[in-house]
């Protein structure tokens, strides 16, 4: 007769947070897919470099404040975004509900500036290879930053209302706020490429 070890979870919760989540994994891969996604434009960008006689070629360099106050607001948006983890961590609803404004508006600002930013690159994106790869560039971390907008504007509804004692939407915020922080660190390669290597 063969014995069934049988493990009892009743005593478990229902709901991780952090690591034991599943969707905490699906959000590492989707950030591997995507930061993998940015690696091949770099290297397309740097390929670029490499043929052309004078970077960037037929056009100044791109004027440096939009990015860099895109730049700096980006850095800045961190300290909020790890606060409001935090507070997910300690089911907070209070606190959540108020981080959540924070970085919405935090992740709208950045889009306001960005349409500035596309006017002070001082190429169109059909003029040549380069102002190709970085109207590429700016749009793909563009559409990031929409993505992780939309997403914390449905968080916010959500915290909102009767389903923010769902403690799975704890584990929600917890994972935006870790996709934000890679939002942010995604773009400081981009940005060093566009802002930096036409001025070495």
């Not at 397309?44 to 490499?50: K, P």
């Not at 959540?100 to 290879?129: C, K, Y």
Request: aromatic share 12%.
């Amino acid at each position: 007769m063969k014995e069934r070890v049988v493990l009892d979870v009743s005593k478990l919760p229902p709901h991780g947070m952090g690591t034991a989540r599943p969707t905490w994994r699906g959000t590492c891969a989707f950030m591997l897919i995507e930061g993998t996604a940015f690696a091949p434009v770099i290297a397309i960008y740097f390929y670029l470099t490499s043929l052309a006689p004078q970077w960037p070629p037929g056009a100044p360099a791109p004027g440096f404040i939009p990015g860099t106050f895109l730049a700096a607001m980006l850095l800045a948006s961190v300290v909020p975004d790890i606060l409001l983890s935090r507070w997910a961590r300690q089911r907070n609803l209070r606190k959540i509900r108020l981080g959540l404004i924070v970085m919405s508006l935090l992740g709208a600002a950045p889009l306001a500036l960005r349409a500035f930013e596309f006017t002070a690159l001082h190429v169109r994106w059909d003029d040549n290879a380069y102002g190709s790869i970085i109207w590429t560039m700016l749009g793909l971390h563009t559409t990031h930053i929409i993505t992780d907008l939309i997403d914390s504007l449905v968080l916010t509804c959500l915290m909102f209302s009767r389903h923010a004692d769902n403690p799975r939407r704890y584990g929600d915020v917890e994972d935006n706020a870790m996709y934000w922080n890679f939002v942010v660190v995604a773009w400081i390669p981009l940005y060093a490429c566009i802002y930096w290597v036409p001025r070495l």
